[in-house]
């Protein structure tokens, strides 16, 4: 496949590394080729299967909306622009182009997003949750996306996310479930950003052929 890498931060500079090892063209981005989506245009993708995204929430809705315009399928693992996933679903669905995201491409994080939903059990048994999430300090959204949905999987509004900026931690989440008899604790701690690259390429991968409007979890309950 030949790929376009949006961002060439931590993530979408190891994304562009994976590809390139799995035997994909690639070519990588970053946000000064690309201001304003303005190197997105049809003739500019013309040479490309599929578009990786990871950049930022205030330059990722324009390279969507250029995407799918232009028809091109695209892979997005930049977060905080959910409140607009609405109209997003509804361009992908008018568009002749394929859409996947994720707030988090890591195997291991989505097998932990179905232990969360598992742990909402607690809740109905009188347990309260708290999530706390800690990413390195130039993390740009606060919470996570990861955090927000492990809130959505514990299935309560009331669920307090808490959230920390450090250094160069990758990504921690905790699942603290708390009654008067005892504590839970549920922990997914990444030694690396490797697990999210590989995820979004292999995202790609599946896409490719596909239209319409997909998440990262049909392509992890096919493995």
């Not at 990588?28 to 190197?39: I, K, L, V, W, Y």
């Not at 708390?178 to 995202?203: Q, W």
């Amino acid at each position: 496949m030949n790929l376009l890498v949006l961002g060439r931060g931590k993530t979408g500079s190891l994304v562009a590394d994976v590809a390139a090892v799995r035997g994909h063209k690639v070519r990588a981005m970053d946000s000064e080729e690309n201001a304003g989506a303005a190197a997105l245009g049809k003739e500019g993708l013309a040479h490309f299967d599929c578009v990786i995204d990871f950049t930022t929430p205030t330059a990722v809705i324009p390279n969507i909306i250029a995407c799918t315009q232009a028809g091109i399928n695209m892979v997005v693992g930049t977060t905080g622009w959910y409140d607009k996933l609405p109209q997003v679903k509804e361009l992908v669905q008018h568009s002749r182009s394929g859409f996947l995201y994720a707030s988090n491409f890591s195997l291991g994080v989505n097998i932990f997003f179905a232990i969360a939903t598992a742990a909402s059990a607690a809740l109905k048994s009188g347990y309260t949750a708290r999530v706390v999430e800690r990413h390195y300090a130039q993390k740009k959204d606060s919470p996570s996306g990861t955090a927000i949905t492990i809130k959505q999987r514990l299935g309560a509004d009331d669920v307090e996310i808490t959230s920390i900026r450090e250094g160069e931690t990758v990504g921690q989440h905790v699942i603290m479930l708390d009654s008067p008899n005892d504590t839970m604790m549920l922990v997914h701690d990444a030694k690396s950003r490797r697990g999210f690259a590989e995820g979004a390429v292999v995202a790609a991968e599946w896409l490719q052929g596909k239209k319409g409007f997909y998440e990262f979890k049909d392509v992890v309950k096919e493995k």
